[in-house]
């Protein structure tokens, strides 16, 4: 699928996005779980650019409840650990779609770990005829693998379905900066960087793997604010906003 060149006339210049949310952005501001005046904000934000016309897939993190790499340090097997996350990653993704469809989104969730009970098991031409069909789909559990973050998972599942941009949403920061600056307020924000320049200088995007699929398959990353409202349409209209990583010009 071809990307849209132009974001002007009110015509979103994206048909086919991938949005990648952490599980941070799902929880209140103090403490884990789930913060539901959350979800039900960024169901909205998600109604309005659905109602675009753009077809809509999501990757949501679990660091609101765990993170598998957290326990592994603790003495924890790595690939029970990670498999208690990618379940996390569920509860998230049935959590936003009961929020969506409380504002009017038909959604499904597809999870690659089959629960049948809960959700439809990730198959990718059923995943592209949902979005044929103007439905919202979350994709759950991963990869269904473990040593894979939920980054990888969406970078996997972007380029499976025909995604023509990653839009990376952040719950704390703005961009992609030099330095954390949350603790250094002088740290240095970027319009644009190449895949390579965010491997050579270890910047905190996405996971090494998920950086390279993406770089492999010249798919480009847009990360961004989500706090700030309206964001997400922004970035799919073609709005300068945050940081784009993609090939060098």
Same mark, same amino acid.
């Not at 959350?38 to 609101?64: D, F, P, R, S, T």
């Not at 005829?129 to 969406?154: M, Q, S, W």
């Given at each position: 699928?071809?990307?849209?060149?132009?974001?002007?006339?009110?015509?979103?210049?994206?048909?086919? +996005?991938?949005?990648?949310?952490?599980?941070?952005?799902? @929880?209140?501001?103090?403490?884990?779980?789930?913060?539901?005046?959350?979800?039900?904000? +960024? @169901?909205?934000?998600?109604?309005?650019?659905? @109602?675009?016309?753009?077809?809509?897939?999501?990757?949501?993190?679990?660091?609101?409840?765990?993170?598998?790499?957290?326990?592994?340090?603790?003495?924890?097997?790595?690939?029970?650990?990670?498999?208690?996350?990618?379940?996390?990653?569920? +509860?998230?993704?049935?959590?936003?779609?009961?929020?969506?469809?409380?504002?009017?989104?038909?959604?499904?969730?597809?999870? @690659?770990?089959?629960?049948?009970?809960?959700?439809? !098991?990730?198959?990718?031409?059923?995943?592209?005829?949902?979005?044929?069909?103007?439905?919202?789909?979350?994709?759950?559990?991963?990869?269904?693998?473990?040593?894979?973050?939920?980054?990888?998972? #969406?970078?996997?599942? #972007?380029?499976?379905?025909?995604?023509?941009?990653?839009?990376?949403?952040?719950? #704390?920061?703005?961009?992609?900066?030099?330095?954390?600056?949350?603790?250094?307020?002088? #740290?240095?924000?970027?319009?644009?960087?190449?895949?390579?320049?965010?491997?050579?200088?270890?910047?905190?995007?996405?996971?090494?793997?998920? +950086?390279?699929?993406?770089?492999?398959?010249?798919? !480009?990353?847009?990360?961004?604010?989500?706090?700030?409202?309206?964001?997400?349409?922004?970035?799919?209209?073609?709005?300068?906003?945050?940081?784009?990583?993609?090939?060098?010009?």
């Amino acid at each position: 699928m071809a990307e849209v060149q132009s974001g002007l006339n009110g015509k979103p210049r994206f048909s086919r +996005i991938l949005l990648k949310l952490s599980g941070e952005a799902l @929880a209140p501001a103090q403490g884990s779980g789930l913060d539901l005046d959350a979800l039900a904000e +960024i @169901a909205l934000e998600i109604k309005e650019v659905a @109602a675009l016309g753009v077809q809509l897939a999501l990757v949501i993190g679990a660091g609101n409840f765990i993170r598998g790499i957290d326990y592994e340090a603790r003495g924890m097997d790595r690939s029970t650990a990670d498999q208690m996350g990618m379940l996390a990653t569920v +509860i998230n993704s049935l959590a936003l779609q009961n929020a969506l469809e409380h504002a009017g989104v038909v959604t499904r969730v597809l999870s @690659a770990i089959e629960m049948q009970a809960l959700c439809e !098991p990730y198959i990718r031409r059923r995943a592209v005829r949902h979005l044929e069909k103007g439905r919202v789909i979350i994709f759950a559990a991963g990869t269904g693998n473990p040593y894979f973050t939920t980054d990888t998972a #969406a970078s996997l599942r #972007a380029m499976e379905i025909g995604a023509e941009v990653i839009l990376k949403a952040s719950h #704390a920061v703005d961009g992609v900066y030099d330095r954390d600056p949350m603790r250094e307020p002088g #740290a240095k924000r970027f319009d644009r960087l190449t895949y390579i320049e965010v491997l050579q200088k270890n910047l905190k995007v996405m996971d090494s793997t998920a +950086i390279s699929m993406c770089m492999d398959n010249r798919l !480009p990353i847009i990360v961004f604010n989500l706090r700030k409202a309206g964001n997400i349409r922004r970035a799919v209209m073609g709005e300068q906003i945050g940081t784009r990583v993609e090939s060098a010009p």
